[in-house]
T-cell receptor
Framework: SAVISQKPSRDICQRGTSLTIQCQVD?????MFWYRQQPGQSLTLIAT?????????ESGFVIDKFPISRPNLTFSTLTVSNMSPEDSSIYLC???????????FGPGTRLTVL | GNSVTQMEGPVTLSEEAFLTINCTYT??????LFWYVQYPGEGLQLLLK?????DKGSNKGFEATYRKETTSFHLEKGSVQVSDSAVYFC????????????FGKGTHLIIQP
């Protein structure tokens, strides 16, 4: 498996502001994923981030709202832009461990928007 | 598209009871199937997985068998403990491993002493 860390672990933000969430992995991985878990709900895939290419977004998620960077094989960021209370969720990154077709998850970032 | 349906909770059992959490899926091709667990206050952990038909995944006394004919991946445990109280998510990854996971809605399991 991989050791994955996320920063911040939680934050409380004001409506209309933006927050950038960092995801760091202890080994090089090809694919990283970002998910959202709304309160009491399941996880929904936001986008897939590959190093050196644009992120691929799922239906209902757009780059202007959730810009993603993937500058190298161990790091990615997700920005939640122009936040509203509906963006209050846990945001998780995951990585596809090499050659195992299995995803491991970071601890998540709990975001509250007031 | 892909989808996962699992029984809604909460499911409340007494300690040492037998557990089954149903999970069925819809997918094209041959997906890999997973159970993840989220303990109170903790992150999402992989519990077990199966990558092809008739495979059985197992871990910590939990088991699930990939049944292609019924498109199911039910989670079972013979004797549950209080420490098994958590939310359990069934998920699939499309064949090829290049895509994200599709999750079910999660089942909240409560084990009473």
């Amino acid at each position: 498996s991989a050791v994955i860390s996320q920063k911040p672990s939680r934050d409380i933000c004001q409506r209309g502001t933006s927050l950038t969430i960092q995801c760091q992995v202890d080994s090089q991985v090809t694919m990283m994923f970002w998910y959202r878990q709304q309160p009491g709900q399941s996880l929904t895939l936001i986008a897939t981030a590959n190093q050196g290419s644009e992120a691929t977004y799922e239906s209902g998620f757009v780059i202007d709202k959730f810009p993603i960077s993937r500058p190298n094989l161990t790091f990615s960021t997700l920005t939640v832009s122009n936040m509203s209370p509906e963006d209050s969720s846990i945001y998780l990154c995951s990585v596809d461990a090499r050659a195992t077709d299995t995803q491991y998850f970071g601890p998540g970032t709990r975001l509250t928007v007031l | 598209g892909n989808s996962v349906t699992q029984m809604e909770g909460p499911v409340t059992l007494s300690e040492e009871a037998f557990l089954t959490i149903n999970c069925t899926y819809t997918a094209t091709g041959y997906p890999s199937l997973f159970w993840y667990v989220q303990y109170p206050g903790e992150g999402l952990q992989l519990l077990l997985k199966a990558t092809k038909a008739d495979d059985k995944g197992s871990n910590k006394g939990f088991e699930a068998t990939y049944r292609k004919e019924t498109t199911s991946f039910h989670l079972e445990k013979g004797s549950v403990q209080v420490s098994d109280s958590a939310v359990y998510f069934c998920a699939l990854m499309p064949g090829g491993g290049a895509d994200g996971l599709t999750f079910g809605k999660g089942t909240h399991l409560i084990i009473q002493p």
